[in-house]
């Protein structure tokens, strides 16, 4: 399979069209109640400078431009987006809040049992913004060329690796 290699501004575009497409209707329905009309607040439930931050500040600068209001980036860094997350559910679910998260939110409940809100139930998807490999590298001097090497190397160093 042939892989393509996208912008990120070309990214940023098909996510405001797939974002568009899925809530026309509620747009349409909102415009009654003149929605928007203040400031959006985008919630980057990670610290700034990595990749869903990114993603997150393209994605509000679009919105800024097609909503014709300001879109306002923040950072809610900590408990592995927790701490963002939870700052949305405690805001109105009146479409002035959003949050931009990643995989995190699929584990956190498993990783941390305790968290009052389950994310998985208490936020709903509206679009995916990008998908994003994750890599597992070692140093080039382990001599470790495959997943299979890495699986065999822990085996035979148990406790090495942290």
Known sequence: MKQRNHSLLSLASCLLCAIFAWFAPTLVAAQTDGYPNKAITLIIPFAPGGAIDNAGR???????????????????????????????????????????????????????PSMAFDPMKDLLPVSMVAKVPLVLVVSARTGIKDFAGFKDYLSKNPNKVA
């Open 58 to 112: 393209l994605v509000g600068e679009q919105l800024s431009k097609v909503l014709k209001q300001p879109v306002v980036v923040e950072n809610k860094p900590g408990a592995n987006g927790a701490i963002g997350m939870a700052h949305v559910l405690n805001r109105p679910a009146d479409g002035y809040t959003l949050v931009m998260n990643g995989a995190s939110k699929t584990v956190l409940k498993t990783l941390q």
